[in-house]
């Protein structure tokens, strides 16, 4: 996700890559909550697309979430960390959580590339 972070932010700042860090592993690396790649792209959505203040509309930030999370599970089939895990390191899986996230990086610039479009 630092890689379309870059790209669409013009650069992947150190402070973007602090501020994902904990996303990893399903928050913390303890593989219960949401897949970090995921919770990443809601970020980089929310980065690109949010809201600067209470009063703004942030109706465009929260379609194109709920979106990206739509295709998202779609395609993986789940949004939670652990069963990603499980079906990506079983024996006819991906092999690796990286493949996610590439597969989690396709579906996000699509979606942001939608954006780009609605937000005109």
Do not use: P, W
């Not at 972070?5 to 399903?26: F, I, P």
């Not at 690396?29 to 980089?44: P, Y």
């Not at 379609?63 to 990506?88: K, P, W």
């Amino acid at each position: 996700m630092l890689a379309v972070g870059g790209h669409v932010l013009g650069g992947a700042e150190q402070q973007l890559v602090r501020l994902t860090t904990g996303l990893s592993g399903g928050l913390g690396s303890t593989k219960q909550e949401m897949c970090g790649a995921l919770s990443s792209g809601v970020l980089l959505i929310g980065a690109l697309f949010g809201r600067n203040h209470v009063g703004e509309d942030d109706q465009l930030a929260l379609e194109l979430a709920a979106r990206y999370r739509e295709r998202f599970l779609a395609e993986l089939g789940t949004t939670h960390c652990q069963s990603l895990y499980d079906e990506v390191h079983s024996a006819s899986g991906l092999g690796s959580c990286a493949m996610v996230v590439e597969r989690a990086a396709r579906i996000l610039v699509e979606v942001l590339r939608e954006g780009q479009g609605l937000r005109s």
